[in-house]
């Protein structure tokens, strides 16, 4: 400490203390590295040098040394055009009031994140990743927060909730989020738009600017990933070390509450599923005319399988055909044409993913109605081993939009149960020709049974349906 009676002189202190070569030397390592953040790259040499000394005196001589490395270092980094290339500075170790303000910020977010754990477990999927959502923003504070959940059967990121935006899917491996699912790296930007990886197309349709993003993946229990936790713009800066922390038991909270919410909403689905295959079930126990019964089925069998529409043809063996009800119009299409024909010709399973990419579909309907058939389960409803009747479904509204093996094996359980009965009805006995017609009589018939009953509206609209289908195997998609 200088003598406070005959104090030292300012440029005996910088001449002393080696100042000159001080300040050389440290603006000598920025030029050399070229630091985007000067200050905290001064800092960190400068506790680099402090770290070196393991608690000795300063010894201004020592700064002269420093001097002579750093143009040591500098040639030796010349590359063959001449340019200098900067190196790697570890960053220097806090100090006593930084380490107490980082444990302090620490301790808030531990109980911001005990007072989310109660909003957070909720056995609602929407409900859990609103309040996850909603308890990001809060304990990063941030502007915005996203969750995508992984569809592994298209190995896409599926946007659950963000304000003004939904279904949208993002492929593994691209984009942020993308790559945070493929690689299970975490990723903190300082500034998304010097990212190659980042997409301002969302920025350019909203008006918003994304600046900083904190990207880190959600895990199951077992460790796999199953969605992307993403943070947007930290309201004070840049996302620390200390909001990584935070957010990695955060997205593990969320893992867990998305897990359980689906783990409930799955059961919560089979049981209603259930409970509508007993009601077909009793239907067709109880005293239902047939007309009655197979509207039943086709009314209900789509909330089974969570399908979008459902037709049920009966089979006649003798014109080789197949029947169906439309409301007031029944329709008659060959048995060898079509998707359903197919499979009442072979007794066999198709489970379609794509219809248009199947050359038995006809797309002639949804280019007339505007539907797009997607996916097809057509089923063969069979009696003692004999095809009395085919079950088509269409388009799945959940699992990705595609029917499951789950769904051919609800479906062959209840098939089993309704073609015994469908093949003892009086409808089928008159399709085949050997039941009595209408007007008592008996014998072949020479037309599909209803072809010629209703009105005379109800006749040219069956032959209208009929003409304007071509094979008639997706008539179900209208509901006139």
Known sequence: MADQVNPEKATEYLSRVNWKSLVEWATAETILNRPPDPVQ?????LGSKIAERGGTEFRPEEVTDWLRNCYTDATAMVDEHGIIHG??????????????????????????????????ATLDPLAATENIISETCRILSCDRATIFTLDQATNELVLCVAEGAKNIRVPVGQGI???????????NIVDAYSDPRFSDAADKATGYRTTTILCMPIKSLDGNIVGVLQAINKKDGSFSQTDE????????????????????????VARDKFRSLLDIIRAMQGELGVNSLIFTITQRTTRVVDADRCTLYLVDNVHRGLFAMQGEVNIRISMDQGIAGQVASTGRTLNITDAYENPNF???????????????????????????????LINKTSDNGVFTLEDEDTM?????????????SNLYTQIQGKGKSKDGKSGDAK???????????????????MSALGEGDEDDEEDD
């Open 245 to 268: 922390e935070v957010m990695e038991m955060l997205a593990t909270q969320s893992g867990i509450a998305v897990q359980n919410a689906n783990i409930f909403r799955g059961a919560e």
């Open 87 to 120: 190196k790697e500075v570890e960053e220097a170790a806090q100090s006593l009031p930084e380490q107490l303000t980082e444990a302090r910020k620490k301790m808030e977010g531990m109980q911001k994140l005990l007072d989310a754990s109660s909003t957070i």
């Open 41 to 45: 790259f001064c800092r960190d040499i």
């Open 362 to 392: 006809n797309q002639a309907i949804d280019k007339k109605t505007g539907y797009r058939t997607k996916a097809i389960l057509c089923m063969a409803i069979k009696s003692e081993n004999t095809v009395v009747g085919v079950l088509q």
């Open 412 to 424: 062959s359980i209840f098939l089993s149960i309704a073609g015994p009965i469908l093949a003892a």
């Open 447 to 465: 037309e599909m049974p209803g072809t010629a009953s209703g009105s005379s509206g109800a006749q040219n609209a069956a032959k209208n349906a």
């Open 177 to 187: 989020a993308g790559t945070v699912a493929a690689t299970g790296e975490t990723i």
